[in-house]
């Protein structure tokens, strides 16, 4: 049985670009390919909060909490059944956790960049950042839709909040997954007030697309066997 991690997801804020597939393409490591949807690819930041870490068998009053940015791309790529999955790339991840920089790409996939951590929520807008203090940061500021959480279909939404593996380079490079299921999908449309991010910033082709807020959900984690 693969071992299981579980986790409460406060927040998870998803900042959402379009990109043209031909430059996401440049940023891909062989064997996944861009995945397109509304004739671009999703790329941008996946920014979480969780609280009550820990593995699956042990209770949520030892888990840990931490916040941490995965920088992500769209991607598709080709299962052993002869099928299509589609997921994310990611090949940056910031947390401002200990244990998971130590950690991360060892004993859990997804190897970690250790960040200084700021979030201000005053129940109306998020103010968020994630800097390595080197050449990675997002800034954020985002106000949420009044209206409560709900099932996205849009076509960005559904694809940014439908992926579940996450593909990211070990220290030797080769592709690990990770998989997330959250006990629920159903998120809100955010207004993005400014943002600044270095890898956002970095896509000469980027155009801002829908971005969402998940909150208060449960979450399991657990690995997938690395690409081929």
């Known amino acids: 049985m693969t071992p299981t ?23 891909l490591p062989a064997g996944v390919r861009p995945h397109v949807a509304e004739g671009g690819t999703v790329a941008g930041c996946c920014m979480l909060d969780i609280q009550e870490l820990r593995p699956s068998r042990l209770p949520p009053q030892v888990g840990v909490s931490i916040r941490a940015a995965a920088h992500r791309i769209s991607v598709e790529w080709d299962r052993s059944d002869g099928g299509t999955e589609v997921g994310v ?37 998020l103010s968020w950042l994630l800097d390595d203090g080197d050449d990675c940061s997002i800034r954020v500021r985002a106000t949420a839709n009044a209206d409560p959480p709900d099932e996205v279909c849009e076509p960005v939404g559904g694809t940014c909040i439908g992926a ?14 990770a998989r997330m299921e959250p006990s ?32 208060d959900v449960s979450v399991v984690w657990s690995s997938e066997p690395p690409l081929d």
């Open 89 to 125: 790339f990611v090949p940056i991840r910031l947390t401002d956790s200990r244990l998971a920089v130590a950690a991360g790409g060892r004993l859990f996939p997804g190897v970690h960049r250790a960040a200084q951590d700021e979030l201000v929520d005053d129940g109306a807008s």
């Open 164 to 177: 579940s593996v996450g593909l990211s380079p070990r220290y030797n490079g080769v592709l690990e997954g």
């Open 5 to 27: 991690v579980r986790g409460h997801l406060r927040r998870r804020l998803l900042v959402n670009v379009l990109v043209d597939p031909d430059e996401a393409a440049s940023r």
């Open 184 to 215: 629920s999908r159903q998120a809100r449309l955010v207004t993005i007030e400014d943002l600044e991010s270095t890898f956002v910033d970095g896509f000469a082709t980027a155009v801002p697309a829908p971005s969402y807020l998940m909150q």
